[in-house]
């Protein structure tokens, strides 16, 4: 599998703090079946100064695990005003940034940056908006894709490991067909869990919307084709069938009925 967004270099954010945690990340992603990884820094100056050599270190451990690093960087969308759209690192050098909203609702302003970026060839990718899902931000599933943007899940929040509410909100989207591919945003060795997400999500959606979220979207990122969207529907039965499979978490999130 492609994941196309991990702090997997150390030194340079929140992620691996050594290049020693790095290696066990590694082999925990190469466990999960993980073949090539997207190295996607949270973006600050110092992180820019210093990504080309410690991508170019790590990229050796990871050929030596069977993983195939490209480069990219995750920005904060109120960090990210002030930089030029063209100087921005894509994901495998491909068309695609990969972007953390952070606020919870569509601004004017970024729609205009979305609107410049386009001109200048690029597209957004819009990490984990389940996650934003709890500041009241549900108009994501309709402005973003409309927008241009392609919306990443995170496996965590698939598998409820950011919490309840979290993890609802993911699954109420995904069968609202906004998601185009899943990624484990990995920050440390238990975050590679894809393989587990994608076992989750089989159990319950059709394999050719599953194919789309973990192999052939991800893929089509980093090789420039067009994504594809998914037309994953869960019917009266699957959805009852989640319920009782997660109904104490539902009850607690106290979110609104699943249409
Ligand atoms: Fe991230």
Not at 86 to 91: E, P
Not at 136 to 155: D, F, H, T, V
Not at 205 to 233: C, H, M, Q
Request: aromatic share 10%; charged share 25%; hydrophobic share 40%.
């Amino acid at each position: 599998m492609t994941d196309i967004h991990s702090h997997i270099l150390p030194g340079l954010d929140d992620g691996s703090d050594s290049p020693e945690r790095s290696k066990e990340m590694l082999a925990a992603a190469a466990r999960t079946g993980v073949r090539r990884l997207a190295a996607t820094s949270h973006y600050s100056v110092r992180c820019e100064e210093n990504y080309d050599r410690v991508f170019q270190e790590t990229a050796q451990m990871a050929a030596a695990c069977g993983i195939e690093l490209i480069p990219g960087m995750e920005y904060d969308f109120d960090r990210i005003g002030g930089l030029d759209v063209l100087s921005l690192r894509t994901v495998g050098g491909g068309d695609f940034v990969l972007v953390d909203m952070k606020q919870p609702y569509v601004s004017d302003g970024s729609v205009s940056w979305m609107f410049n970026a386009g001109l200048n060839g690029r597209r957004v990718i819009v990490a984990h908006p389940e996650r934003l899902w709890k500041l009241g931000w549900k108009e994501c599933y309709e402005r973003l894709p409309e927008l241009g943007c392609a919306l990443q899940i995170n496996s965590g929040s698939i598998l409820g490991r950011y919490g309840a509410d979290v993890m609802f909100a993911a699954w109420k989207l995904l069968q609202q067909n906004v998601y185009c591919m899943v990624a484990d945003d990995a920050h440390h060795e238990e975050s590679f869990c894809m393989d587990e997400a994608r076992n989750a999500l089989s159990e319950f959606f059709p394999k050719d919307a599953v194919d789309i979220w973990f192999d052939y979207n991800p893929e089509a990122v980093v090789s420039g084709r067009i994504l594809r969207a998914t037309k994953a529907r869960l019917g009266f039965a699957a959805r009852l069938r989640w319920r009782l499979a997660h109904g104490c978490f539902v009850g607690i999130a106290g979110m609104e009925s699943w249409h």
